[in-house]
């Protein structure tokens, strides 16, 4: 096999990602302006209903929404590449003030949540698998089928209607008590609930993707090998099998990541905790369109992110994949 | 002296079959499909068990707890929770399978387009599927819905069935690649049977039953998300009446503590998708029977 | 001397879902320390199972019902996965079919080496340890180890895997070395490389060898004792003299009449009729009496003891009883050399007997391969030339075989003449008709895709699993909407399926209901449904047991004669390409080296790679193969 030239290779990669940013900031900008709604809504509120004709014309002027769509998108380039998103019309604030305000709480809620999701499904996966078709398997697998059946907003309420309304033990919406932002362990607190959610509706498919792969992986002929050399069961699980699906596991966590993250919006939504999930969905639902491109191009470039780098995990790391290219070519 | 070491030659031995006693039901989900199918038959024939009309906002009976006149109690405009199980339980249901149509057909038609492409089209048609699928399902849904504003019934469905093909997708395209360069296909091919036969005598029956978990499964990722919709506000409308609809008033039930209005609707949504899913199961189990090597 | 392996009456179940399969069935054998020990039988006779039974590789579901395994006069039979980890590398070790699924993909070969190596000497130092798999590997033939051990397994041919394989199984010096078919997913030349190196390391280290085996020719090269094993029984065990030249078992008679060797200027392969019995219920007293024309009716009543032959030799059946009739086994004398390797160059005598009658050059020529070429592109800049500049001629009536080992491009130049594979370069004519040219071939489709016929190795992926065998031999005259002959196309089915030995109560199963045999005869019948006039054969028994290879073969040679058509046999096995065909083929790395009339080409073999493949045939004559070693 040829080795390609690093430096060519991450080019090529550099390229391809701002490619497909371009891309996607063209498309977004296209969909969200022809698609039926007012922007100035957002701005005015209800006043746009009182509105005289002059007083829209000079409005919608005041927000350059009166030029033709292409003029507009590049007029956004313009200012996006000297890093000038431009302003929120809903809370009439810079789009990066807007977000770097409730970013910390997404972040926190997902990064914990991601972690948490990453660890307890490779120890719960590799268990089942250890203990196939054994009743901890089974019970395992019953509980998971049913967790993964939940519909996220619906657990949230029980959870509420449990914790914080009947017992009282956890803060039911927040991300932290009015009055003690800077509280740790208040904070941890008002995490509880939502991380239990965003953890429990994420950790079953990722388990049982482990234990599928590592039921796949014990059935395969080294196995016996192994075993016939004289290794514990233990080492040939740990050092072969584990260790022969862990890099399509980061791989494939590396794609979740877009999707545990989107997925605290609904959590977002229910515990009324502050975060970008709920900021891009009144940013759509409302034509807020400058926040709604940068959510965009934010959310955008992460999911490209995540997906290029579970290509080089894929591409780099596995010797089979490059076995797979050496055959095919 | 015996006869018993005369040659007998070759012969044939009837062969006995051992009887299996495993019972016909064995490894099948009965239970789910029993239940499923009174849900089903339920929902359908909502007009004859309505004891009320789901519709009617009884503001002298608001937020009664489960009693003899309102079996599940009422929600906080005073409408009968029984009665709107059913007939919320048929839209939900029909959501589901409308939207799980679409994205089938949309799966199989993309799956087929990009398995039987050239190699450059392939990998560009997959690189897209994979890019859309690894964008957040839920999120997709809302921001078109947020686009789209006002939903219906079929809108909705619409939405849902147009942002989960992905997977169905891609699962036709490797059934279709594997298909296409598989023997008897070959062998049919020499034989020369048309593309139609191909497709009709080897093709279908192949992919059938890689197809059927994907549907199961779909039809219930498009109840949840019709639920979710409903519920965050950005569904169907409070006025019609489906499970994800119901659920939408529970945050005034949290400040009540009405826990029927959260825990009815929510349990017989649970149960249907823990039926569909068991379902779902049961039909991808493979045949592969081969054993654990460790 | 005390045994250093001692099986007593072993029996090993599995239990599934369908029932108990009884694999292996009271089984006893003993191994001396430094001896090589044979187990011969057609697959599914509980070779395979017995020796992972022993080692305790075997899945959850098997048990080891009843018996007692004895090493070194210790009890194992009831030991812990705890205890028997300790035992396994150190005490015995294994040796699997294939190499390119028993390696760990993710690990260098080196690192693998390692690790056996630590698993029972836990404390060695990074020095030794390199040093030791150095030794390893340079003692199984790799040569310059020291790089190589940096490799991944997908860097290495099949052989070399197989060397490493063998490296891991020596790394704990074990005492007893089970080889589970070794040579068996090899080519032909590299399968003769692995056993020799096998016979050396044996030597040398004076490993207690358990030899598994379907190649009665492998066993002789290389055991001191045989055990032949039929449906989960030994069926007869002693020395390997004993075994060849004074068998006593049917079964093993059986087993040496179907090598093609046996056959040798008949026109029929001997065949052992029918397959082996279903173990989860198998037949009351001698499984084999319903495959054995001396089957005694008590065969059918109770099974035989293991009678004495010698201090060494047992055989079960009843025809050792006193009171059976005395049967001259067929005449198989090995000592006169019927079979043996300078048979098998010397120039044939008794043309009279074989049916090897030339064709005459008078005949038509029906195909005609003009310097094909095909090449597969690899991507980027690389590309395989799969076929290379082949060109060659059937007449009416030619059986031509085509050998070569894996890759070498047979099954390419196959699809290539049923067009499957775009043309690319030469020209194909059949009846003066040049296929490769799209006008041509699209004006005569319909009498091209009935006049040509294909048949696939795999039976299993060659038919439509979800087809029933009845819709599947009437599919092609479905498709060339030909009336069916004999009323309905179901009455057709049936009529092929007759025509071809298969019983007609198989019409309504799928295929994968079916055995490896019958499906191939499923595949026949289809494609002889459409009378074809050339008919292209894939390796068509390559995948099967030698005792069905036999019926298969002995079935296309009964057709052909019947029929009359043009067949071209893709093989790699040379015996069977010698018994079938009129002329041979030899391909080679995608030229076409060497073609010749059959018997000429074995008499005198032109090209190095024709001597390299003559050869590596194992011989049946055990004394000959001494000789050579010693």
Known sequence: ?329 | MNTSFEIAGIKQVPKEEPELKKKWYYGKPVFAIFFLFFIVISCLACDLIMPKDPTYMDLSNFNQSPNSEFLFGTDTMGRDIFSMIWSGGRISLWIGIFSAIISTFLGILFGAVSGSAPQWADTLLMRLTEILLSVPGLLMVLLIQAVLGKANVLSISFVIGITSWMSIAKVVRIEVRQLRNSEYVIASKCMGGSFFHILWNHLTPNFISSIMFMVVMNIRSAIIAESTLSFMGIGLPIETISWGSMLSLSEKALLTNSWWIILIPGGFLLATLLCITSLGNYLRRNVNQKNSNL | MSALLDVKNLSISFFTPRGEIQAVRDVSLSLQPGEVLAVVGESGCGKSVMCKGIMRLLCSSAKIKSGSIFVNGVDITSYKERDMHKLRGKLFSMIFQDPMTSLNPTMTIGAQIAEAVKAHQPKISGKELDNRVIELMKLVGIERPAERRRLYPYHFSGGMRQRSVMAIALAGNPQILFADEPTTSLDVTIQSQILNLLRELQKNLKTATVFVTHDLGVAAQAADRIAVMYAGKIVEIGTTEEVFHDPRHPYTWGLMQALPAFSKGRDRLHTIPGMPPDLISPPKGDAFACRNEYALKIDYEEAPPMFSVTDTHYAATWLLDKRAPKITPPVMKLSEGSCCKKDLIAPEKDLTLSSHVPIPENRKVILDVRNLCHTFSLGQKRSLKAVDDVSFQIREGEIFGLVGESGSGKSTLARCIMNIYPHQEGSILYKGINTCDQKAFRKNKKMLQRERQLIFQDSASSLNGRMKVGDIIAEPMKIQHIAPPRGTYRKEAEFQMHYVGLDHSYLDQYPPQLSGGQRQRVAIARALSMEPKLLVADEPVASLDVSIQAQIINLFRHLQAEHGFSFLFISHDLAMVEFLCDRVGVMYQGKLVETAPVKELFAHPGHPYTKALLSAIPTLNPEEERSVQH
């Open chain 1, 1 to 329: 096999m040829t080795r390609q030239n690093p430096a060519i290779y991450f080019g090529k990669k550099l390229f391809m990602f701002l490619f497909s940013v371009l891309l996607l900031s063209i498309i977004v900008f296209y969909i969200s302006r022809l698609a039926p709604g007012d922007p100035l809504v957002s701005y005015y509120g209800d006043r746009v209903e009182k509105m005289s004709p002059q007083e829209r014309i000079w409005a919608e002027d005041k927000l350059g929404l009166n030029q033709p769509v292409s003029i507009q998108y590049i007029c956004w380039l313009r200012n996006a590449l000297h890093g000038n998103f431009g302003i929120s019309y809903k809370y009439k604030a810079d789009v990066t003030e807007v977000i770097r305000g409730r970013i910390d709480n997404t972040l926190l809620l997902g990064g914990i949540g991601f972690l948490f999701i990453f660890l307890l499904a490779l120890f719960l996966g590799t268990v089942c698998a250890w203990n196939e078709d054994k009743l901890l398997d089974r019970l395992i697998c019953k509980a998971g089928t049913i967790t993964s059946c939940i519909p996220e907003f619906w657990l949230s309420l029980v959870l509420i209607l449990i914790f914080a309304v009947n017992l009282k033990w956890l803060p039911s919406s927040g991300a932290y008590t009015v009055g003690k932002p800077n509280d740790m362990g208040d904070r941890i607190l008002h995490l509880i609930l939502p991380l239990i959610i965003v953890v429990t509706s994420h950790l079953w498919y990722y388990a049982y993707m482990i234990r599928n792969k590592l039921l796949e992986e014990v059935r395969a002929d080294y196995v016996l090998l192994a075993k016939s050399k004289g290794l514990k069961k233990g080492s040939i699980m740990y050092r072969h099998c584990l260790r022969n699906i862990l890099p399509s596991y980061f791989s494939l966590m590396a794609i979740s990541v877009p999707h545990i993250l989107g997925g605290t919006y609904i959590v977002e939504t229910v515990f009324s905790y502050p975060g970008i999930g709920t900021l891009s969905y009144e940013s759509a639902r409302y034509k807020d369109y400058n926040l709604l491109m940068l959510l965009c191009i934010l959310s955008g470039i992460l999911v490209i992110l995540c997906n290029m780098i579970a290509q080089i995990i894929n591409e780099k790391i596995d010797p089979r994949v490059k076995a797979g290219r050496r055959e095919q070519g």
